[in-house]
Structure formats: structure tokens, C-alpha cells
């Protein structure tokens, strides 16, 4: 069964500029999966940053944006601040109403 | 403002059953598919069930097929996970969330506990 990767853990520099990605463990992802990501602070419920690849959701700062690279969607923090750090999730439309986690990438800002 | 309430979470007994709400308002409920999706602690989060409007169509992820129902009374603006034969791994933090066309959550409630023990 195909899964959903996520990078377990990556950390970036206050200021500075961090790529995750979300990809298959068979196949390429494209704008056809809709990929959408979500960023979650311990203890509360996760908040959508982008959908459709790369449309930020309402509120959501310029300095987060997405895009597909290579054959994985991908979210870009540029400027990182230190409340970025959090975990964020990305969800892939996998046909026939359903849809797949991946399983998240812990983020740390130092 | 969409808000999304759940209730009906708490401590079961392995093979019990238990049935989540969720209370819905701010948009017009009857137009928007729903969604539940769960946490376990310390874990990633799950999509379990989509439900379209009309309650016509239903999707579930292969591990709760067959033991969870996704349901809705329009008339409540509610939507419902019946969950049965549970298991100590269907632990988690249960939400409630709102799917948009592009296949997104943009809506999310804040999530009710469930403990199998």
C-alpha cells in the first residue's frame, strides 16, 4: 500500500529558509493529488496552511508557500520565526473520496 | 465564524462502542461534505471517514472499515462517528474538520479524547 513520506524531523535557523516535502512511496506526487499542508502546535488543533499545492489559506503570512518539486509537493518557510516551530502535516488526495496523511515533520527553529 | 464542536468521547472498555458528535455552525451545513480524523497520542494524524452532503456517499480508511460509521442529521447540523469493537490502538484525540472542493480541511474542531482501557 502506498504511503505518504514526511521527513520525521528538520530544523532551520531563526531567519533562515526550510524545504519539507511529502512524497509517495510509489510514485510521483502532482498537482492532480491536491496537496495541502497543515501546521500543528502541541495541544491544539491543526491549522491549514496551504491547499491546491501552492494557495495559501486565509491569514496565512507570504513567507510560507507550496510547490512541487521534483516529484514531491513541498512547503518553503522563508524567514523563519520562533513560533514556525511546530508540526506540520501534509495531506494527499488519493482518488475515490479518499485521502492520506503523511506522517509529519517536526520542526525546530534554533 | 465555522465552528465545529465534538462530543461524546471518554473511556470504553476494549470490543465497547461509543459515538462521537459534532456539532456544526457558522456555514450552511447541508452543502459541506465532513470529515473525522484522529490523533493517538504522541502520533501523526489519521483520516478515518469523508461523508458527502446528502450523507449518499461515504469513504473510510481500510483500518476502521467495517467498525466505524460516518453519519449526519442535516436537520441538526450534526455529523456522527459511530465507532464499535474498539480496540486499544483506537485511542486517540478525535476531530471533526470541514472539507472544501481541492480536497482540504479548513475548518477543524478542537478535537475530543477517546481512551480505550
Known amino acids: 500500500q502506498t504511503v505518504v513520506t514526511q521527513e520525521p524531523s528538520f530544523s532551520v535557523s531563526p531567519g533562515g529558509t526550510v524545504t519539507l516535502t511529502c512524497g509517495l512511496t510509489s510514485g510521483s506526487v502532482s498537482t492532480t493529488f491536491y496537496p495541502s499542508w497543515y501546521q500543528q502546535t502541541p495541544g491544539q488543533a491543526p491549522h491549514t496552511l496551504i491547499y491546491n499545492t501552492n494557495t495559501r489559506s486565509s491569514g496565512v503570512p507570504d513567507r510560507f508557500s507550496g510547490s512541487i518539486i521534483g516529484n514531491k509537493a513541498a512547503l518553503t518557510i522563508t524567514g523563519a520565526q520562533a513560533d514556525d516551530e511546530s508540526d506540520y502535516y501534509c495531506?494527499?488526495?488519493?482518488?475515490?473520496?479518499?485521502?492520506?496523511f503523511g506522517g509529519g515533520t517536526r520542526l525546530t527553529v534554533l | 465564524e465555522v465552528q465545529l464542536v465534538e462530543s461524546g468521547g471518554g473511556l470504553v472498555q476494549p470490543g465497547g462502542s461509543l459515538r462521537l458528535s459534532c456539532a456544526a455552525s457558522?456555514?450552511?451545513?447541508?452543502?459541506?461534505?465532513m470529515t473525522w480524523v484522529r490523533q493517538a497520542p504522541g502520533k501523526g494524524l489519521e483520516w478515518l471517514a469523508t461523508?458527502?452532503?446528502?450523507?449518499?456517499?461515504?469513504f473510510y480508511v481500510d483500518s476502521v472499515k467495517g467498525r466505524f460509521t460516518i453519519s449526519r442529521d442535516n436537520a441538526k447540523n450534526s455529523v456522527y462517528l459511530q465507532m464499535n469493537s474498539l480496540k486499544v490502538e483506537d485511542a486517540a484525540v478525535y476531530y471533526c474538520?470541514?472539507?472544501?472542493?481541492?480536497?482540504?480541511?479548513?475548518?477543524w474542531g478542537r478535537g475530543i479524547l477517546v481512551t480505550v482501557s
Open positions: 457558522g456555514f450552511t451545513f447541508s452543502d459541506c461534505w
Open positions: 461523508i458527502k452532503e446528502d450523507g449518499s456517499q461515504k
Open positions: 495531506i494527499l488526495y488519493m482518488g475515490g473520496g479518499i485521502s492520506m
Open positions: 474538520a470541514r472539507p472544501r472542493p481541492g480536497y482540504y480541511l479548513d475548518h
